[in-house]
C-alpha cells in the first residue's frame, strides 16, 4: 500500500495549521496595534487585547513568548509603515540637504499622527539588547531588527549621498542615522506633551506651548547642522 495519499494530506494538514497560526498571530497584532492608537501602549492589557480578539489570554502566550514580544511584532508594523512614508519622501528630490529635510519632516509627521508608535519605540529601546532577548524570541528579534535597519537604511543612504557629494561631513552614516532615529523619538514626546519647561526667573517656573511645526523646524535644523549641510529655502 502506497504511503503517498498519507505523506500529502500529512503536509497539507500542516500547511494548513501553519496558515491558521499566522492569521491568529496577525489577528493579535492588529488588535494590539487597535489598542495602542486607540488608548496609548501602556493602557494596553492582554486581557483586552484577548478579548477583541475573541481569545482566552492563555492562546496569546501560545503565540508570543510574552508581553514584549507580542508589542516588538506591533511596533515592526508602525516600523513598516514609516519605512514607506520614508522612502517616498526621499524619492522627491535628488539634493541631499533636502532629502534630507524631507525625511526628517515625514518622520515628524508619522509620529505626531502616530503617537502610540513613539510611546512603543521608545519602550523597547529602554530595555537593554541582552534583556530584550531573554524576553523576545530570536525570530521575532531578527523581524525588529529588520524593520529597524529598514528604516534608518532610507536615512543612510542619504546621509552617505551628501557625504559622496561633499555636502554633507560625516565619518559614519550609519551612527548619525542611528542618532537621529533616538533623538527624534525623543523630541516627538516633547511634541506629544506640547509643553515647554523654562526659568521665567530664579526659581519659578515658566510653562509654555510648543507646537508640532515648532518640533518638526526644530528636528530639520538640527540633522542639517549634525550633518553638515545647509537648511533649503522653499
Known sequence: MSTEP???????????????????????????????????VRDAQIEDIARAVGINRA??????????????????????????????????TDDPALQ?????????????????FVDCAQSIMRRPGDNLLEEVSESAMYRLGQAISGCLAVLTRTIESGVEKGEFHVEDPGLLANMLYASGLGTLQLGRVAMLVSEEAPGVPRISRITGEQVRDHMVTSALAVAGGVPTRR
Not at 492588529?30 to 486607540?38: H, I
Not at 534630507?100 to 502610540?116: K, N, S, T
Open 100 to 116: 534630507l529635510e524631507r525625511l526628517v519632516e515625514a518622520f515628524v509627521d508619522y509620529g505626531l499622527a502616530h503617537p502610540a
Open 59 to 92: 492562546i496569546i502566550y501560545r503565540h508570543f513568548t510574552g508581553k514584549e514580544e507580542l508589542f516588538s511584532l506591533t511596533l515592526v508594523q508602525y516600523l513598516d509603515e514609516l519605512r514607506l512614508a520614508l522612502s517616498g519622501a526621499a524619492e522627491t
Open 6 to 40: 498519507a505523506t500529502t494530506t500529512g503536509r497539507a494538514r500542516g500547511g494548513t495549521a501553519a496558515a491558521r497560526r499566522r492569521l491568529r498571530e496577525a489577528e493579535i497584532i492588529a488588535a494590539t496595534r487597535a489598542l495602542f492608537d486607540e488608548r496609548g
